[in-house]
């Protein structure tokens, strides 16, 4: 298994620009996740989904967009860069049956660097 | 979900333990309590979790007192590739609960010297 992918690995965008990070999971995990990482700090979540077609709003989801038509991926867009959206990104993934994961062990993608100028 | 305090950097010699506190004072009883590392750039990584009883897993061990209130990880033989910032987080995971949620601080430095 390849676990979490994420495309790019780093990407330089102009103010205004927008983009599409990629995400990837083929563990067949229902959840997946956004979180970002700004310097010195822990992460922030952005966005999750519990399956494919539900999405809901994490700590800082202004600025961003998601979607989740397969169970596999998990994109995120941002449609109109931002200095403040220079971050590392980071994808996750996790399995929770119906009465719950008390594991809850998310397995986290490589990251994509995001600089925006 | 509860919140934790963590000393922001620590250091160990290579071969000795590695004992990192969190404080979790207002812990509810149905919450269980996380550890993940993050290396140097990397994405997070699972290290171990518990409710209220010791956990030893192939990485750690996690030790929370009978009160709850504060936990501390145990790396028993730290080596340099230990180096990383580690975090405590709560979390409740029952039926109900927010979805598999993390909240994330800032978590300890913890720096492996040879």
């Known amino acids: 298994n390849a676990g979490v992918t994420q495309t790019p690995k780093f990407r330089i965008l102009k103010i205004g620009q927008s983009m599409t990070l990629q995400c990837t999971q083929d563990?067949?995990?229902?959840?997946m996740y956004w979180y970002r990482q700004d310097p010195g700090m822990g992460l922030k979540l952005i966005y999750y989904?519990?399956?494919?077609?539900?999405?809901d709003k994490g700590e800082v989801p202004n600025g961003y967009n998601v979607s989740r038509s397969t169970t596999e991926d998990f994109p995120l867009r941002l449609e109109l860069a931002a200095p403040s959206q220079t971050s590392v990104y980071f994808c996750?993934?996790?399995?929770?049956?119906?009465?719950?994961?008390?594991?809850?062990?998310?397995?986290f993608g490589p990251g994509t660097r995001l600089t925006v100028l | 979900d509860a919140k934790t305090t963590q000393p922001p950097s620590m250091d160990c010699a290579e071969g000795r333990a590695a004992n990192l506190p969190c404080n979790h004072s207002t812990i509810s009883g149905n919450e269980y309590v996380y550890w993940y590392r993050q290396i140097h750039s990397q994405g997070p990584q699972y290290i171990i979790h518990?409710?209220?009883?010791?956990e030893t897993n192939e990485m750690a061990s996690l030790i929370i007192t009978e009160d709850r209130k504060s936990s501390t990880l145990i790396l028993p033989h730290a080596t340099l590739r230990d180096t990383a910032v580690y975090y405590c987080i709560v979390r409740d995971w029952g039926r109900g609960s927010t979805l598999g949620r993390l909240y994330f601080g800032r978590g300890t430095q913890l720096t492996v010297w040879p």
């Open positions: 996750a993934s996790s399995y929770s049956g119906i009465t719950g994961n008390p594991y809850n062990e998310q397995f």
């Open positions: 518990g409710l209220k009883n010791n």
């Open positions: 563990m067949n995990h229902n959840y």
């Open positions: 989904s519990v399956g494919a077609g539900i999405t």
